[in-house]
């Protein structure tokens, strides 16, 4: 039953993926990435990780999602142009992409005995679980974490004010 | 007890069905009572011809809205005109299934006042209702009309910033029950009636506040329906909108309105729970022991609606700037201070 739905999920998510690639106008684009977020949300789910899958559909598909739908509106942003984009990019790019796949391919095969340990379904982190660890034992680094974001968001609107 | 697979499909999927039927049949009721209601506070009737008491009027809206001509126009971006108002109404009906209106009573392993009991219950909720946004954009993107898209565009930003007090109003009673799951929620309030309410008992009243205010901007009703503005942007986002498909919306309008009820219900009024607690003795047999608290519940639920129809009749819309200066500088921080104080007296009793 979970791998059922593992598969159905991993290759929606993919194929929204691959259609945000290659959808020429951005709003499609934007749904795409939209169905890729919550398909990563049931993933979580399928793992056990419950207050994550649903703060990711809250956070990711509800709320920063929108904020880009907005944007796009906003611009009216027409169809994208195609170029045959630059010349370093198929030269460095494709055989970069190919050597970092093969080391990662490498890596995860040669240690596949200790990794394969998870499986679906077989746990279940709770809301109170999560909080624990996260306001206990990793206190400090979410405290900083947090302030790191307030300061991003100050840096941006002394970025957008500037002018007056 | 092991049930049967198919014992449980099939007793699950006639509870969707009931459940769905019952949300359409009030969704349309609210509509009449809205119309007699907002009718009698201008000092008029409201409908009165069809049937006794205009009580059949429903029934001839739909009929109405199903046999009119579906108009696509011209400039439409086809494919989001027409999924926009699936999106609304499907997220605006989904959250329902997470609401229990009655006590926790099992038949053959199916719980019957509820569809699906899950730990995040509430955040089930939350997120379906943050997804049912891109109903509103899209449609208003969509119909390549300025109205619709100024519309729209309202619409974004109006929820985005009124989700965050939403959510941060919940969080005192969420600490204080210590779990996403509603019946726990509810059945913490239900141990002595009114007394032991969230919000009552659990000193709430502040989140409650805050909780409607957000969930009227939410559900883009008065005095917060800037994104359908009549005297601004003609109808707003369903400006182009004909037919089914603006039926679509507005039943998503009121079952959003039922949804957001049902929340404020179970989370400050005790949901199902009886507002006497166990003062009087059990009377009736099973099947009245079973309806009573979907009958309180029913009675609360139409008390919120009540209360938005009330406001709708009564209060002027506000200014666009207003409406995001309240909700950021004023809704935000007073949910905040409410979490602040409601976690030192947590801590407070617990040392």
């Known amino acids: ?164 | 007890m092991e049930v049967s697979f198919w014992i449980f499909l099939l007793l699950s999927v006639l509870k969707v069905i009931v459940v769905t039927v019952l949300l359409l049949m009030s969704v349309a009721y609210t509509v009449l009572l809205e119309r007699k209601v907002v009718g009698r506070i201008q000092n008029r009737w409201g409908p009165t011809r069809v049937g006794p008491f205009g009580l059949l009027q429903p029934l001839a809206d739909g009929a109405k809205l199903f046999l009119k001509e579906d108009l696509l126009p011209t400039g439409v971006y086809r494919p989001l005109f027409i999924l926009a108002p699936i999106i609304a109404l499907s997220c605006a009906l989904m959250s329902i299934s997470m609401v229990p209106f009655g006590a926790d009573i099992h038949y053959r392993g199916v719980d019957l006042f509820q569809i699906s009991d899950v730990n995040i219950g509430l955040l089930i909720i939350l997120g379906i209702t943050s997804v049912g946004v891109y109903g509103v954009a899209l449609s208003g993107w969509s119909s390549n009309n300025k109205y619709s898209l100024l519309g729209a565009l309202r619409a974004s930003a109006q929820v985005i910033s009124y989700e965050l007090a939403l959510a941060l109003s919940l969080v005192g009673v969420i600490l204080l029950s210590q779990s996403f799951r509603l019946r726990d929620i509810v059945d913490l309030q239900a141990r002595h009636g009114l007394l032991t309410w969230n919000f009552f008992g659990g000193l709430q009243f502040v989140a409650f506040f805050v909780y409607i205010m957000a969930a009227f901007a939410e559900t883009n009703r008065t005095p917060f329906d800037l994104p359908e503005a009549e005297s601004e942007l003609t109808a707003g986002y369903h400006t182009e909108y004909s037919s089914m498909k603006f039926a679509m919306f507005f039943m998503a309008e009121y079952a959003n309105m039922i949804t957001v009820g049902c929340v404020a219900t179970l989370l400050f009024f005790g949901g199902w729970s009886s507002p006497f607690g166990h003062l009087f003795p059990a009377f009736g047999g099973v099947v009245v022991q079973a309806l009573l608290p979907v009958f309180w519940f029913v009675v609360k639920v139409f008390c919120f609606l009540f209360l938005y129809i009330w406001v709708r009749g009564t209060l002027p819309r506000f200014r666009y700037d207003q409406l995001m200066g309240f909700g950021w500088k004023y809704l935000m921080p007073l949910a905040i201070a409410n979490i602040i104080v409601t976690s030192l007296w947590l801590a407070y009793h617990a040392a």
């Open chain 1, 1 to 164: 039953m979970h791998l059922v739905l593992f598969f159905i999920f991993g290759g929606l998510c993919v194929a929204g993926a691959l259609n945000l690639l290659f959808q020429r106008h951005p709003i499609n684009s934007a749904l795409s990435l939209i169905v890729v977020m919550s398909t990563l949300a049931v993933l979580y789910l399928l793992l056990g990780a419950e207050f994550l899958a649903a703060a990711q559909v809250i956070v990711y598909s509800g709320a920063i999602m929108v904020l880009f739908t907005f944007v796009i509106m906003l611009l009216n942003a027409g169809r994208e142009e195609r170029t045959h984009g630059s010349k370093a990019a198929y030269a460095i790019g494709i055989p970069g992409a190919a050597a970092l796949f093969a080391a990662l391919a490498y890596i995860v095969l040669s240690n596949g005995k200790h990794l394969s340990s998870a499986r679906l379904g077989d746990y279940l982190v709770t809301t109170g679980d999560l909080s624990r660890v996260l306001f206990r034992d990793l206190l400090l680094p979410f405290e900083v974490t947090s302030v790191l974001i307030l300061v991003a968001i100050l840096g941006a609107v002394a970025l957008a004010r500037r002018e007056h």
